[in-house]
């Protein structure tokens, strides 16, 4: 019942946040009944009292919520429709990760080799492109396919259809491998989703009314690739908000390679002081973020190189202590050596049911309140722990939360 109940907010938020076509000013902003859904689900006390007592306030944009890749809860990643609809939440801040195509245009992906999962490209002419064709599900493996944006030109990038990122791990054909979706997103709002380039992403958000966080993701092929070396990467990225007149003050650049930050510092100093370090520290072995000996990046030292901001995952700035949900190490040691945070990724889990890959720091806490642990960890992150930016598949969530404390 609960997860039936959760469909049904999604699917009205959607009909009540997605913008005409073609819209081009800011739209009017909305939450949508999610929010509502949400606190209604968190036990009572003081959180919830708070939070019903602003069900009568007008939504306002705030860069304290940030759309990560739009608004892929529901609609394709990266696309001109999900970014319209985040901003219909009220992000003030949105995503586009970026990589390049084989003649070295930008475009908004989350990976350069991710086609086969968030577009149609293994069931149109350009499946012959793929480093690794489709491959299908056979008793001791799972069907797969490796499709990158490397291996395009922008002219055939621009002609694929983008989708809900999936992939069927038993299809027996390039059609069954479309699907794959889990059960709480949908594919209603495919449609005629469009791609974006880099430029165009900046053009479409400016538009809309918001800031940006673009991030420089790690490339598939080995670099230089055709000449591109890793430092033309990030310096094409910065070239185009240069050449759209945007100031470095309404962007964050982001990347996991500390490289790419101290690249920014170095040579775009105006954008490099909000450079945006996406901390992958958890792939280490060892890693305990309530471990101060584990940490592997010295925060001091990042600090005195001219690192101003950190992004962690959810789970890895909060832990459980005699029964609540507090600020973990981690996050103490980075607020105390003067970062500033941002994290990822609120709404990607879906219906809460345990074993949630960002919320694993709460594995131990009682899940009484069902899906209201969205709240409920979102308000520590925020008075607790002194995040300054929350990414979310569903902005409203989190616009919500901070127009409500006044964030």
Not at 87 to 97: F, V
Not at 144 to 163: G, I, Q, V, Y
Not at 343 to 351: A, F, I, M, V, Y
Request: hydrophobic residues 40%; contains cysteine; aromatic residues 10%.
């Amino acid at each position: 019942m609960r997860q039936a109940l959760l469909s049904v907010a999604l699917l009205s938020a959607a009909l009540v946040l997605l913008p005409a076509p073609g819209t081009a000013d800011p739209p009017a902003l909305s939450y949508g009944p999610r929010p509502a859904y949400l606190i209604s689900q968190l036990p009572e006390g003081a959180l919830k009292d708070r939070l019903q007592a602003c069900a009568g306030q007008t939504p306002a944009r705030t860069d304290f919520s940030i759309g990560h890749r739009g608004a892929p809860l529901m609609f394709p990643e990266h696309t001109a429709e999900g970014h319209r609809a985040a901003a219909a939440m009220g992000a003030g801040i949105l995503e586009c990760d970026v990589t390049f195509t084989r003649d070295l245009e930008l475009v908004c992906r989350h990976a350069q080799n991710d086609l086969h999962r968030t577009t149609d490209i293994l069931t149109s002419p350009l499946a012959d492109r793929c480093i690794q064709p489709f491959s299908p599900h056979a008793f001791s493996s799972s069907a797969s396919a490796e499709c990158r944006s490397s291996d395009l030109t922008l002219d055939e990038f621009r002609r694929l259809r983008p989708k809900m990122d999936s992939a069927n791990p038993f299809a027996a054909t390039p059609r069954d491998y479309q699907g794959g979706l889990p059960s709480w997103r949908t594919t209603l709002y495919g449609g005629k989703a469009q791609t974006l380039t880099h430029a165009e992403s900046i053009a479409l958000l400016h538009s809309l009314g918001t800031k940006f966080m673009p991030e420089l993701k790690a490339p598939a092929v080995p670099m230089p690739f055709n000449g591109f070396t890793q430092q033309d990467f990030a310096q094409k990225l910065i070239d185009d908000y240069k050449s759209a007149g945007i100031a470095p003050a309404d962007v964050w650049v982001q990347s996991f390679s500390l490289d790419d930050i101290l690249y920014w510092i170095e040579h775009e100093p105006a954008f490099g002081r909000q450079a945006v370090l996406l901390d992958g520290s958890y792939r280490h072995e060892g890693f305990d973020h309530t471990d101060p000996a584990t940490f592997p990046y010295d925060f001091a030292a990042l600090k005195a190189q001219g690192v101003n901001y950190l992004a962690p995952p959810l789970w890895m700035l909060v832990t459980v202590q005699d029964g609540r949900i507090v600020p973990s190490a981690y996050a103490i040691a980075a607020k105390s050596a003067g970062l500033r945070l941002i994290t990822w990724t609120l709404e990607r889990s879906g219906p809460l049911q345990g074993g949630d890959w960002y919320f694993q720091s709460l594995a131990g806490l009682s899940r009484g309140g069902g899906d209201g642990m969205y709240y409920q960890l979102l308000d520590v992150l925020a008075q607790d722990a002194g995040v300054e930016g929350v990414f979310s598949d569903w902005p409203a969530t989190v616009t919500y939360y901070a127009n409500c404390m006044g964030l």
